[in-house]
C-alpha cells in the first residue's frame, strides 16, 4: 500500500491535524472552566493532558514504522508537530498541576518534584521534551548536524520515562499502564536493529 | 445523643454560601436531571483508553427516601454541593474511576438488607433495612471529609453514633477491635466482577477501628445526607464516617460488623502497606509516600478557578475531641 499525496494538499491536512489536536483542549478546559467536567476539574484537566502528552509521544514514534513500511512517506511531514503537540499537552499538564493543584505554591512545586519519585521521572522526561521542542525547528536542525538526530533520538527515552510516571502514579489497578508499556515495546520493536547497534557500541566501549 | 458541636473544630461561618445558590442548586438539579451534561463530560474527560469501548448507558436514578431527623441547627458555612458529593466518588465496587460509582450504581437494591452484629458482644443483632432507620434516633452532622488523595468536602450527613450501636451490642472484655466488612455481591458491584473496573482490589473491602475509636462521639454510622437517604455510590444503605481519618477508613454499605481481640486486616493496607496505614488519622506532617498531606483542596462550586487549596489540620481539625485518643503514639510510625 504506497499512497502519495501532493505537496500541495500537505498544508490542508496539517491544518486538520492541528485541529484535531486543538479541539480536545479547548473543549477541556472550556468544560473545566465552567464546572461541567464532574466533582473534581483539577484532577480531570491534569489527567487528560497527561493521557494526551503520552498519546501524541506514541503517535509520534509510530510515524517513522508506518512510513517505512506501507510506504507513506507524506507522514514524514507530520511528525514534528506531532511531537511539538506532546510538548504543549506536557506543558499543559504542568501547567495545570502548578496553577491548580498547587495553586502557585513554588516551594511545595520544587519540593514534589524532587521529594516524589514519579514526579521526579516525569519532569526528567518534560526537560528532555524542551530540549527537543527547542531544537526542532530546520535552522536548529541545520546547526547542529549530527548531533540533532543523536538529540532527538532522546524520544525513545522520553516516551518509557513517561510511561514510568504514569505507571508510578496509579492508585491500585496499573492495566492502563501496561497496556501502555506494551505499545511502547511494539514501537521500539520495529527498531531493535538500532537499538542492537547502540547496544553493541556501548558494550564496545 | 445529640451533639453540639460549639467547639472551634466546627465548621466556621467565614465560609458561608449564598443562599440564593443553595435553592437554586437544587432547582438546577431537578431541571438538568440527576445526569446532566455535566456527569456526560466528565466521562469523556477522564481520558482512558478504554474510553473509546465504553457506551453511555442509559441509566435509572436510584430512589432516594426524605428521612425524619433532628437537624444540625444553625449552620452558615459553605458546603460541598450535594451534586458533587453525589457524583465524585471513591467506590471501587461500582468502578474505580470518579464519576463511575455514579453511573453505574443507579440499579444497586438495597433493600433488602442486613447489617449483621458479631463477634466479641453479649447481644448479637442483625439490622434489617427499616432497622437502620429505626433503631436509633437520626441526628444530622456536618463533618469535613479529607480524602487521602488531597481533597476535601463538607457533608451533611445524617446518622447514628456508632457508640449507641457497640453500647447495644454490649462488648465482651475480649472486644478490642471492630472489624468492618462491605456488601459482597458481584452481581450488583461491576468493580467486584471485573477486576480492572474494581481497580485490582480483593473484595470484599473491609475496614477497622480500635474501639475506643468506635466509641468516641463522632464516629457515626450514616444513612444519609443532604436530609435524605444516601444514594448507592456514597454507600447506602449505611456506611461508617469517621471524620478524623481518611476517607478510605469510612467504610460504605456496611453488612457487618464483628467486635474482634485483634487487629483486623484492611483493604488499603493489603494493598499498599507503606502508603496506608491501619489508623490513618489525617495528619499534615506524615506524607504519603508519593505525595504531600500538608494541604487539601477543599471541593465546591465552580470550575478550576475555584478549587482553593487550604492547609490541612491534624486529625481534620477535629484534635480537640480525638487527640486524646492517640497520647503517646508515635504517629509517624503508626501512620
Known sequence: MALTVSAQRIPYLKALVHLVALYPLINLYYAAINDQLGGDPVEAVIHFTGIGALNCLLISLLISPLAKTFKLGFLIHFRRMIGLYAFVYALCHILNFLFFEVQFDLVLFIEEIFKRPYITVGMTAFLFLIALAVTSTAKMRRKMRKNWQKLHNASYLIALLVAIHFYWSVKSDVTEPLIYFALYAGLMAFRHKTLRRWGNQLLRR | ?335
Not at chain 2, 438539579?29 to 482512558?48: D, I, P, Q, V, W
Not at chain 2, 437537624?71 to 453525589?86: C, R
Not at chain 2, 468506635?214 to 450514616?222: C, G, H, I, R, T
Not at chain 2, 478524623?244 to 494493598?271: A, Q
Request: net charge neutral; glycine share 8%.
Open chain 2, 1 to 335: 445523643m445529640l451533639i453540639k458541636t460549639t467547639t472551634h473544630s466546627s465548621c466556621k461561618e467565614h465560609q458561608v454560601t449564598d443562599e440564593k445558590v443553595y435553592f437554586e442548586r437544587r432547582d438546577m438539579l431537578k431541571k438538568m436531571g440527576f445526569f446532566g451534561a455535566g456527569a456526560l463530560l466528565s466521562g469523556t474527560a477522564s481520558a482512558s483508553v478504554f474510553d473509546i469501548f465504553s457506551d453511555d448507558q442509559p441509566v435509572a436514578t436510584f430512589k432516594q427516601n426524605n428521612l425524619t431527623y433532628s437537624p444540625a441547627g444553625d449552620y452558615n458555612g459553605t458546603l460541598t454541593p450535594e451534586e458533587k458529593v453525589i457524583s465524585h466518588n471513591n467506590f471501587y465496587e461500582f468502578g474505580a474511576q470518579k464519576h463511575q460509582p455514579a453511573e453505574m450504581s443507579q440499579g444497586f437494591n438495597v433493600n433488602p438488607w442486613q447489617l449483621k452484629i458479631s463477634g466479641e458482644v453479649e447481644n448479637p443483632l442483625t439490622l434489617d433495612y427499616d432497622d437502620l432507620y429505626s433503631s436509633f434516633d437520626l441526628e444530622e452532622r456536618i463533618y469535613r471529609l479529607r480524602c487521602v488523595e488531597a481533597w476535601s468536602m463538607v457533608i451533611p450527613w445524617i446518622g447514628f453514633s456508632l457508640a449507641d450501636l457497640v453500647k447495644k451490642a454490649k462488648p465482651t472484655s475480649k472486644a478490642k477491635y471492630l472489624a468492618f466488612e462491605t456488601l459482597h455481591d458481584p452481581v450488583q458491584m461491576p468493580g467486584q466482577r471485573n477486576r480492572r473496573l474494581g481497580g485490582g482490589i480483593d473484595y470484599p473491602y473491609i475496614e477497622g477501628l480500635r474501639i475506643d475509636e468506635a466509641m468516641n462521639p463522632l464516629a457515626l454510622m450514616s444513612v444519609g445526607l443532604y436530609g435524605k437517604t444516601l444514594p448507592p455510590q456514597n454507600g447506602a444503605p449505611i456506611r461508617l464516617v469517621v471524620p478524623w481519618k481518611y476517607g478510605f477508613k469510612s467504610i460504605k454499605s456496611v453488612v457487618g460488623i464483628k467486635f474482634v481481640e485483634k487487629k483486623p486486616p484492611t483493604t488499603w493496607n493489603i494493598l499498599a502497606a507503606n502508603e496506608y496505614g491501619f489508623y490513618a488519622n489525617v495528619n499534615p506532617a506524615v506524607d504519603h509516600p508519593r505525595w504531600s498531606q500538608a494541604s487539601e483542596r477543599r471541593i465546591t462550586t465552580g470550575g478550576i478557578f475555584d478549587q482553593n487549596r487550604i492547609a490541612t489540620r491534624p486529625f481534620n481539625g477535629y484534635g480537640e475531641e480525638v487527640a486524646s485518643l492517640y497520647t503517646g503514639m508515635n504517629l509517624r510510625k503508626y501512620y
